[in-house]
């Protein structure tokens, strides 16, 4: 009986490490899309805290168009 327990303990242990490995690498993905999700929204204030005219200038001299 305590075989068969530490046989299912053994497989319930190495399905919850390839599940937290497979959540891990999926938050640092996350991490990656909320970044530039962040900077969208900055550009976005931007335009509608200054006006889209003026936005589209600093945009311009930012990416140097």
């Keep these: 009986m305590d075989a068969d327990i530490d046989k299912r303990l053994a497989v319930h242990e190495a399905i919850c490490a390839e599940?937290?490995?497979?959540?891990?690498?999926s938050l640092k993905e996350g991490d990656k899309r909320m970044s530039k999700i962040e900077y969208l929204l900055y550009a976005v204030m931007l335009a509608v805290l200054l006006g889209p005219g003026v936005a589209a200038e600093f945009i311009k001299k930012f990416f140097g168009l």
């Design 19 to 25: 599940r937290y490995n497979t959540i891990a690498k």
